[in-house]
């Protein structure tokens, strides 16, 4: 299952030569995680009201191969490539114009809000990630 989101670079996102700061790459990442969830119909703050759940980094990879520069439009492809029922993992690929810049390797867990513990991933949330 794969998905794309287009962000724009702004001054905030840069360093003092223009760059983007390399924890930013992760920002971008999340938002693109955040969207696939909310195009699929399903909102986190619902999932942690009415389900006591949410989704967590457990482990992130991040490998950085050229920078994003001021004013540039970034595309960020998510390929979800393994789902259980406690944890999902993807790769993330941040582009400009199709070239790769950054690359996450990211797995997510599913931890109840109350406790942190693990958790099964909402039965809606589980059927709709699958496809």
Same mark, same amino acid.
């Given at each position: 299952?794969?998905?794309?989101?287009? !962000?724009?670079?702004?001054?905030?996102?840069?360093?003092?030569?223009?760059?983007?700061?390399?924890?930013?790459?992760?920002?971008?990442?999340?938002?693109?995680?955040?969207?696939?969830?909310?195009?699929?119909?399903?909102?986190?703050?619902?999932?942690?009201?009415?389900?006591?759940?949410?989704? !967590?980094?457990?482990?992130?990879?991040?490998?950085?191969?050229?920078?994003?520069?001021?004013?540039?439009?970034?595309?960020?492809?998510?390929?979800?490539?393994?789902?259980?029922?406690?944890?999902?993992?993807?790769?993330?690929?941040?582009?400009?114009?199709?070239?790769?810049l950054v690359t996450l390797?990211?797995?997510?867990?599913?931890?109840?809000?109350?406790?942190?513990?693990?958790?099964?991933?909402?039965?809606?949330?589980?059927?709709?990630?699958?496809?």
């Amino acid at each position: 299952m794969s998905f794309t989101l287009d !962000v724009r670079v702004y001054y905030e996102d840069t360093d003092a030569g223009g760059r983007v700061y390399y924890a930013n790459y992760l920002k971008y990442a999340e938002r693109a995680r955040t969207e696939i969830l909310r195009g699929l119909g399903i909102e986190q703050m619902e999932l942690l009201r009415e389900h006591g759940t949410g989704f !967590v980094v457990r482990k992130c990879t991040v490998e950085y191969f050229k920078s994003a520069m001021l004013d540039d439009r970034l595309t960020i492809e998510t390929h979800i490539h393994d789902i259980t029922k406690a944890t999902l993992a993807m790769q993330q690929v941040i582009k400009k114009d199709g070239e790769k810049l950054v690359t996450l390797d990211v797995k997510l867990a599913v931890i109840r809000a109350e406790d942190g513990r693990v958790a099964r991933m909402p039965a809606h949330v589980f059927k709709a990630l699958k496809g």
